[in-house]
Nanobody, 120 residues
Framework: QVQLVESGGGLVQPGGSLRLSCATS????????MSWYRQAPGKERELVAA????????NYADSVKGRFTISRDNAKNTLYLQMNSLQPEDTAVYYC?????????????WGQGTQVTVSS
C-alpha cells in the first residue's frame, strides 16, 4: 500500500524556519520524481519545489528560491523541505507528491498534507 505521510508543519513567526518531512512506503522511492506543493485558502495548488529521480537537479518556484531547500534520502525513502525566512504568504497546506511515468502507466501519489502557518 502506497503511503506518503507529511510532518513538521506548525505555527511559526515571520522570519522563522521549519523543516517538513515526507515519509513514504509502498513504492520505489528512488525511481520517483518527488515534489512539494502547497495550497493556500482560496488559491490553486502550486508547485513549490521538485527533486528529480536519479539526479541532483532541483527546481523551485520563484517565490521560494533562496529560502527553501528540497532534499531526499533514498535510503530512508523520505523527502524533506527546509524552509527558512518564512513569510505570511508561505501560509498554506503543504503536500508531498510522488510521480513516475513508464510506458505502461503514469504513477501519481499524494500525501494528506501538513499545515504551515506563518504569523506573529
Amino acid at each position: 500500500q502506497v503511503q506518503l505521510v507529511e510532518s513538521g508543519g506548525g505555527l511559526v513567526q515571520p522570519g522563522g524556519s521549519l523543516r517538513l518531512s515526507c515519509a513514504t512506503s509502498g513504492f520505489s522511492f528512488s525511481r520517483y520524481d518527488m515534489s512539494w506543493y502547497r495550497q493556500a485558502p482560496g488559491k490553486e495548488r502550486e508547485l513549490v519545489a521538485a527533486s528529480a529521480a536519479f539526479s541532483s537537479n532541483s527546481n523551485y518556484a520563484d517565490s521560494v528560491k533562496g529560502r527553501f531547500t528540497i532534499s531526499r534520502d533514498n535510503a530512508k525513502n523520505t523527502l524533506y523541505l527546509q524552509m527558512n525566512s518564512l513569510q505570511p504568504e508561505d501560509t498554506a497546506v503543504y503536500y508531498c507528491n510522488a510521480r513516475r511515468t513508464t510506458r505502461e502507466r503514469n504513477y501519481d501519489y499524494w500525501g494528506q498534507g501538513t499545515q504551515v502557518t506563518v504569523s506573529s
